[in-house]
Structure formats: structure tokens, C-alpha cells
């Protein structure tokens, strides 16, 4: 199947919501497509027992009638402008005049001893997973990591009944203190802030803490945590651990648009109106860095006009980008990652999950390639993404995702789809 | 002084088996590699061991090599897979063509026979009910080629070979060659630098001839055999444009890795939506439940092509001390072995243990 409009919008969180009103404000017929089966993204993922937040619920209400929502299409494959969806009824062809790419972040893993036992979850992980419904009440859970996506999914996972035994941030709590410290400058997030202190009222919240290790023999039963005073075992049923936010690049790397490395994980560049190298693509939201909620959804829109020729209203929005992209920074000087966590994986520790390869195997390969090719590292369904931004963190060598199709793991039916029919047949 | 009894330039499987070989033979030798070890052609390739029985040279070529290969089934590295390879038919032209290519592999010295259709679908239950039969291969095998290159380079190196690593050879001098630092080395040169041959040897004619490949999610038990049709040998050695033939192997992980294709006259290494769209659905026609299989990751690869779909393998008319062995198109892991031995046989001037002359690169030059 071949559809055709003028703006193709990937990715239904906040910014890809907010760029697809943008461009249907102006007449454009736009498309919205997600892997997922709602929209909303990560912040706004609807909870099967709380349901959608109402600033959700008005995002995408006010996109009925105006865009075509397509759920469950994930985008696999392109051909220049035109992109190839895999659906659960089979591929779909997007023709698009242009292109948004609000494909979002994922979770920072690091590794560290028996970080793939189960019960040990990436933070927004199972934060995901409680509101899709996974039973948590009355679990032990201990949250860990760092950046103020901690005390999200902490109050999530609380709302779902799980017994938050501690979150515990690595930062400093005089680095937390001058994050704090900051916030007034950007209300809203100060708001959210305050609701979540509230919400989080007894829960223990350390920082300068981490988890060296878990244990357990087959399903976690406690975790190591070091601090100032030293170590301590904790006994929890779950741990929720993310090292804050990458940014999922790897579409944009597909459709040629030029990546800014200059950070330890690429991210895409845009010119002042959000277009990157490639005319006619544009990004939004944390494609672009990890800059938050309200930075999404201004880039959002922003893109979405820019995608619709309405430069000026895309331009109008450009100082409150500004100010919120500022927060970006903010976020990365205060969560640094404290240099020893760097260490908590040691050579038997495995890195690459898929494919079961610890560190030692990779002593050396100076690059990702030599790491697939010898070790076989990064080889597997999650094509690298994961291992890939852990292996940049702890120093090795710069993550160099997937950029070919498939973009996730595609059937071969979808690969082979029609619109891709080669010109000169062959025989049957 | 830099001097050795053999530079060989390039470390993709065919140099790093030349210089295995020739270390072996006591030879002083230095491995000029830029790049990763096996990191060219042969990190691409399907490491299918398999003899194409079409050409008599090829095919002499190939079992002198299948036997050599054997040296390394339990080799941890290799990933050695004794599947065997299954060709299929299609239709009843290619069915009756059957007991000739077993003839000729027999005469060879390997084994093979046919299958009919009920026999075929009884190993691969998976295949497309019409394929009409088959010829199995038993002793052929898979291997995983780069890191037999690497394996091949350090065992050089444990017999004194030097290996300047990183380093790319920037001039063929009249003895020796200059490195892109600067170094000299002194000696005959042997050069094995794959598609990049003409950079440094212009008058052999090589077009890189490129390839895909799609692997799957693990699925043991899916397929036994690597899996070609019949029809695989127009593909290769026909020279159009464009091409696409069935070609499907089981790994030892069970995954599937599904080919190929051929294209000439494209140096983008991209994959192509449409040249893997138009391979897959040939790939469809032997095994429809392919479709239905999780694929994780497509690349490309570029095939060192020759004129004549044969390697070059011997001495470069009218340059004093340099050879070559580059060329080998898409049976360069298969071959690398026996390559590597004749050229040892010319170099040392040694019986060769095949007749050289259809492997002579003078024969493009005549
Ligand atoms: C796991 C997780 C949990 C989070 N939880 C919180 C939280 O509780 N509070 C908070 O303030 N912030 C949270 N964040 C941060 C949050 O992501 C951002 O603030 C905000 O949601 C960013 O919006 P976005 O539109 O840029 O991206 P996202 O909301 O991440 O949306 C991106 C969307 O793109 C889709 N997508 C990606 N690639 C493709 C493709 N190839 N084809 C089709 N669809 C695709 C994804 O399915 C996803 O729905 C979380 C982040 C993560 C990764
Ligand atoms: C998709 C695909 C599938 C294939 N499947 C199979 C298969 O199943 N079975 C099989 O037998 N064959 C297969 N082949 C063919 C096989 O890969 C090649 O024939 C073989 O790898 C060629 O090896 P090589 O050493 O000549 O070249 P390469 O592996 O390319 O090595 C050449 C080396 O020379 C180096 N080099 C280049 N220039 C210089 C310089 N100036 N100085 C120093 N070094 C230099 C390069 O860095 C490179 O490492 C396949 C090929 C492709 C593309």
C-alpha cells in the first residue's frame, strides 16, 4: 500500500504531536505515524489505570479530523523521501513532501555485575510497563540512576503500588541542590518538580549514591550501593536504574541528515528553524538532545510550521526555544555521571547482552566495527543501541548505531514490500 | 635495512593466506593492512566453502582449497559448519542438468548427488513445494572469514612475519614498496589488495561488483543447508548489470543469512531499498515462510570481479618481483587457500599443485 501527503510526521510523543497540529494548521495534509499503539510517546504514555494526562488528552484532541494518525507503523526502511512502515497488517509506503523526525530518546544503560538479572529494569522501563499494566503492588522497588527522570518513574511506579524503597541519584546533593537551585527560571518544570516532591513524600531520596552490583541467582533479590559512608547491600524485588536520556538518531542517520558528535552521543543537527542537512527533513524534540517536555513541544510546533512553508510562525517560536534548550545544559552540568561508574563494569561483566559479549572480549577493538566483527558485539536485535551508548559512555569508542534498514528488526516480507518493486521484473 | 623475501600488501583473507603460507615456508615476511584485519571483501561475505563446477579451472581451483580447508574444521575461530550445500531446480531444464555437475565434481574428487523432489522437501521441508530436485554437496561447509583472516595473520606473525599495521602502501617501487608514512620496505611484493587492485596495479582490468545481505533473528532448526538455486552460476558469472539469485544459509547461531545479488558499475556502499526488495522476493520464490522471519541487519559488500570471473594469481608481466592475487569475485574466502598455495608454488618455483596458466594475469594483457 502507497500513501501520499505533504508532511510525514514520525514519532506521536509531544513533539510529534505538536509539529503535525502545526502543520495541518496551515492546510498541509499530514500523516502521524508511531510504532506505538496510542500516541504520546514516553511522557505521555497512556496508563491503563490512570489514563491519559489531560494535557495529553488536548494534544490529541486537537489533532482529530485534521491528521491522519497512524498507529502501530513503525518506520523501518526510506528511500529518499519515501518511507517504508512495517505494521502488524504489513508494510505501508509513505510518500511525504517532508519529513518531521520526533523519534525521541531512550534510557542510558551502564553496566555494571548481574545488571541482566531479571528484575533489573531500565527506570523509564518500568515505568512503561506499570502503566501498560505489569502488576507491581506491593513489590520492593529501588530506583537508581540519575536526572530528574527518576523521581517521574518513581512516583509512577508509587501511583501503581510498588513499595519505592529509595531513589537513589549518583549527582551530588550539592549539584542537586544548585539544579534546584535553578529551577524558578523555567516555572513549569518547577511546578512538576514540586507535585512530584509531593508525591514522593517519604520515599528516601539520596544522592552521591549508586549501585555498584545486583545479586541473586535467577531473579534479583538486592543490590549493592556504595556512597560517602561506604557499601551496603539492600534487598528490593526490582531495581528501576537509567542513566538519563539518548537520543534516538538512528532515522534521521538513515534519511542522510548530518549528526552533531561533538557530545558523547550524537545527536541530530538542525539549522536555527529546525531543518537539518537534508532540506525538506526537519526534528523536534529529544531527536535533537535532551532537552525536556516543553522543548519538545515548541520544537514541535516549530518544525511542524517550518514543515508547512509557514516560516514565520515557525520563526516566531524560536526565542522560547531558546530558553527551554537552555535547560539542556543545565540538566548535563548538574547530572554529570560520576567518573566511577565508569568502572562498575569489570571484564567478565557483559556489555552486549544480545549476543552475551563481555567487556574483555573487547580489549582490542579500537571501533564498533572491529567489536561486531571480532566479537560479535552489538550483532544483535537491538542492533547496538543499547551496548553501543554504554560503550561511548564508559570511553571506548563512539557509538555508531544503526543506520541501514532495517531500523529495527523487520520481516523480510516487509523488506520485500511492493512499492520497492524493482522496474525490470523478474520472473516469477 | 627493511628487507624481506615477501611484502604483501593487503590483509583481507587471500593476503593474510598468502602470508600465512609463505611464513610457513620460511619466508621473511612483512603485511602491510590499513584497516581492520579481514575488515574489506571478506568481513561482507557469506563464508560459504563451495566448489562452482561450471569452469574446470574454477573448480580445480576450488577443491585443491576444500581440502586445505579442512585444516581448520576445529579451529574455534572458523566457526567451521559442515551444513553442506543443496542446489535446487526450479524447473525440469535445470533438474536434467543435475547428473552432469555431479559427474564433474565427482571427477574432481568431491561428492555429491541428486534428490528428487520428495527427497528434497524430506531435508528442506521449508522449501517451495515445486522445486522439481536438488543436488546435495554433504561435505561443504561455512565458515565465519574475518576472523579466519586474523587468525591467518597472527599465526604469520608467531612465524616472524612483521606486520605494519595501519599502515597503506602509497607506491609500488622497482623493489619494494614506500608506505604512507614514509617507510620503505625492500623485497618482492606481492599484492592482495582486492577491489582496490587497479590503484596500484592499473593495467589488470577489476570492477568491484557489489553485493547484499540481510541476516535474521536466531530460528534453529529453520533450514540444515546453505540453500542456492541451480541458477546461481547465471548470476555469478553472467556479467549484466544487475542480477539477483537464492541463496541462504544457516549459521551456527541459527540465523539465516540470505543473498545475493550482483551489481556493477555502483560504489555507494548503501543498501538499496529496491536491489534488497528485488533479492528478497526471488529469495521468496525457493522458501516463502522467509518472509515471515525477523530480519535484524543488511550490509554491503564489494566483489573483486575480473573479466573472466577468474582471480589473478601469479606474476605481473613485465614488472620485475611483483605478484599478485586479487580477483577472486565471490568465491575469494573458498579459494583464499589454494590461492595462497599456488602462488607459493610460483614464487618458490615449486611443481604447482594446479595448473597455473588460466590464473595467469598475462592473460589479460596478451
Ligand atoms: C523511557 C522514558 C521514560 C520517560 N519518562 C518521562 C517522565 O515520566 N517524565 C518526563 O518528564 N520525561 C520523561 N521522559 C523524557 C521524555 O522522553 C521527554 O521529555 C518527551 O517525551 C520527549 O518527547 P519527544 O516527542 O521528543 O519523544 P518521545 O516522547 O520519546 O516520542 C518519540 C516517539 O517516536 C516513536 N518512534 C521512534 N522511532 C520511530 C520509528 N522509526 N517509527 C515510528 N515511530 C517511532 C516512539 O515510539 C515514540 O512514541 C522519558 C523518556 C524515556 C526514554
Ligand atoms: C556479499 C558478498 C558475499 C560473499 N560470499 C562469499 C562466500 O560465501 N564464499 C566465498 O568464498 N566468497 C564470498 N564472497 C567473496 C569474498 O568475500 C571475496 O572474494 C574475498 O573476500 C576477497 O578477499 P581479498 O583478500 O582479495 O579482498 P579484501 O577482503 O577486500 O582484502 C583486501 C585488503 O587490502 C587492503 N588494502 C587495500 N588497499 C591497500 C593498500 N594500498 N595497501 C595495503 N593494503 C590495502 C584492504 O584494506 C583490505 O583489507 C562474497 C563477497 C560479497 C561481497
New interface residues.
Given amino acids: 500500500m502507497i500513501e501520499r501527503c505533504d508532511v510525514a510526521v514520525i514519532g506521536a510523543g509531544p513533539a510529534g504531536l505538536a509539529a503535525a497540529h502545526a502543520a495541518a494548521s496551515h492546510g498541509a495534509r499530514v500523516i502521524l505515524l508511531d510504532a506505538q499503539p496510542r500516541h504520546g510517546g514516553q511522557i505521555w504514555r497512556h496508563d491503563v489505570a490512570h489514563g491519559t494526562p489531560p494535557a495529553a488528552q488536548a494534544a490529541i484532541q486537537a489533532l482529530s479530523g485534521k491528521v491522519e494518525w497512524r498507529a502501530q507503523h513503525q518506520v523501518v526502511?526510506?528511500?529518499g523521501r519515501r518511507l517504508?512502515a512495517e505494521t502488524p497488517d504489513g508494510a505501508v509506503e509513505i510518500d511525504a513532501g517532508h519529513v518531521v523526525i520526533a523519534t525521541g530518546a531512550r534510557e542510558l544503560q551502564l553496566p555494571f555485575l548481574n545488571w541482566t538479572l531479571p528484575g533489573v529494569a531500565g527506570a523509564g522501563g518500568l515505568q512503561a510497563l506499570a502503566k501498560q499494566g505489569w502488576p507491581l503492588a506491593g513489590k520492593r522497588v529501588l530506583v537508581a540512576g540519575s536526572g530528574p527522570l527518576l523521581l517521574a518513574a518513581a512516583a509512577t511506579l508509587r501511583k501503581h503500588g510498588a513499595m519505592v524503597v529509595g531513589i537513589h541519584e549518583q549527582a551530588s546533593a550539592a549539584r542537586v541542590a544548585a539544579f534546584a537551585a535553578q529551577l524558578w527560571r523555567w516555572p513549569a518544570r518547577a511546578w512538576q518538580a514540586a507535585r512530584l516532591r509531593v508525591a514522593l513524600a517519604g520515599v528516601p531520596y539520596r544522592c552521591g549514591s549508586f549501585v555498584q552490583a545486583a545479586s541473586g541467582d535467577t531473579q534479583l533479590r538486592g543490590v549493592e550501593l556504595r556512597d560517602a559512608d561506604g557499601t551496603r547491600q539492600v534487598e528490593c524485588d526490582y531495581l528501576a536504574i537509567g542513566y538519563g536520556l539518548v537520543p534516538n538518531v538512528e532515522l534521521a542517520a538513515l534519511l542522510g541528515c548530518a549528526l552533531d558528535r561533538s557530545g558523547t552521543h550524537a545527536r541530530v543537527h538542525a539549522d536555527d528553524l529546525l531543518c537539518t542537512s537534508v532540506p525538506g527533513v526537519y526534528a523536534a524534540g529529544e531527536a535533537l538532545g535532551i532537552a525536556g517536555l516543553a522543548a519538545a513541544r515548541i520544537e514541535g510546533s516549530m518544525a511542524g510550521h517550518a514543515a508547512a512553508d509557514a516560516v514565520d510562525a515557525a520563526r516566531a517560536l524560536a526565542p522560547a526555544r531558546i530558553r527551554e534548550r537552555a535547560f539542556a545544559g543545565l540538566l548535563a552540568r548538574h547530572f554529570a555521571l560520576d567518573p566511577r561508574l565508569r568502572t562498575l563494569a569489570t571484564a567478565d561483566t557483559v556489555v552486549c547482552r544480545c549476543e552475551d559479549v563481555p567487556l574483555s572480549a573487547l580489549d582490542d577493538c579500537p571501533d564498533t566495527?572491529?567489536a561486531r566483527?571480532?566479537a560479535r558485539c552489538g550483532?544483535?536485535?537491538c542492533?547496538g543501541r543499547i551496548c553501543g551508548a554504554a560503550l561511548a559512555e564508559l570511553g571506548r569508542f563512539p557509538n555508531d548505531g544503526?543506520r541501514?534498514?532495517?531500523l529495527f528488526?523487520?520481516?523480510?516480507?516487509t523488506?520485500?514490500?511492493l512499492p520497492?518493486?524493482?522496474t525490470?521484473e523478474?520472473e516469477? | 635495512m627493511n628487507a624481506c623475501d615477501l611484502i604483501v600488501v593487503g590483509a583481507g583473507i587471500v593476503g593474510a593466506s598468502c602470508a600465512d603460507e609463505a611464513a610457513a615456508a620460511g619466508l621473511r615476511v612483512a603485511i602491510v593492512e590499513p584497516g581492520t584485519i579481514g575488515g574489506g571483501a571478506t568481513a561482507c561475505a557469506m563464508g560459504h566453502l563451495v566448489a562452482m563446477d561450471d569452469d574446470p579451472a574454477e573448480l580445480a581451483l576450488a577443491r585443491l582449497s576444500l581440502d586445505r580447508w579442512e585444516a581448520f574444521a576445529d579451529l574455534p575461530e572458523a566457526e567451521f559448519d559442515r551444513c553442506g550445500t543443496l542446489w535446487v531446480a526450479e524447473n525440469p531444464a535445470q533438474a536434467a542438468g543435475i547428473a552432469a555437475r555431479v559427474a564433474r565434481i565427482q571427477a574432481a574428487g568431491g561428492h555429491a548427488h541428486a534428490l528428487d523432489a520428495a527427497q528434497l522437501r524430506e531435508i528442506e521441508p521449508s522449501l517451495a513445494p515445486d522445486l522439481c530436485a536438488g543436488m546435495l554437496v554433504p561435505q561443504e561447509a561455512v565458515v565465519y572469514p574475518p576472523r579466519v583472516a586474523q587468525h591467518l595473520v597472527l599465526r604469520a606473525c608467531a612465524r616472524g612475519a612483521v606486520l605494519h599495521h595501519g599502515r597503506r602502501v602509497r607506491q609500488l617501487d622497482t623493489h619494494g614498496v614506500t608506505l604512507d608514512d614514509g617507510t620503505v620496505l625492500h623485497g618482492p611484493v606481492l599484492v592482495a589488495t582486492g577491489c582496490a587492485l587497479p590503484q596500484l596495479v592499473p593495467e589488470l582490468p577489476l570492477r568491484p561488483r557489489k553485493g547484499h545481505l540481510v541476516i535474521t533473528d536466531r530460528y534453529p532448526g529453520k533450514l540444515r543447508h546453505q540453500v542456492l538455486e541451480l541458477g546461481y552460476a547465471d548470476s555469478a558469472h553472467g556479467s549484466d548489470g544487475s542480477s539477483v539469485a537464492f541463496n541462504v544459509q544457516p549459521r551456527p547461531t541459527g540465523q539465516l543469512l540470505v543473498g545475493s545479488s550482483r551489481e556493477f558499475d555502483i560504489d555507494d556502499p548503501a543498501v538499496s531499498p529496491s536491489m534488497l526488495a528485488r533479492m528478497l522476493q526471488r529469495a521468496f520464490r525457493f522458501m516463502p515462510s522467509l518472509g515471515e522471519l525477523q530480519a535484524i541487519r543488511a550490509w554491503t559488500g564489494f566483489r573483486p570481479a575480473t573479466p573472466d570471473g577468474r582471480p589473478y594469481l601469479g606474476a605481473v608481466p613485465g614488472r620485475d618481483g611483483l605478484w599478485v592475487a586479487a580477483g577472486h569475485e565471490g568465491l575469494g574466502v573458498t579459494t583464499a587457500p589454494g590461492s595462497a598455495q599456488l602462488l607459493l608454488d610460483l614464487i618458490l618455483g615449486r611443481t604447482p599443485a594446479i595448473d597455473p596458466a588460466p590464473y595467469a594475469p598475462s592473460r589479460v594483457l596478451a
Fill in positions: 526502511a526510506a528511500d517504508l566495527r572491529s566483527l571480532a550483532m544483535g536485535a542492533q544503526p541501514r534498514p532495517p528488526p523487520a520481516r523480510l516480507a523488506l520485500a514490500a520497492f518493486r524493482p525490470t523478474i516469477p
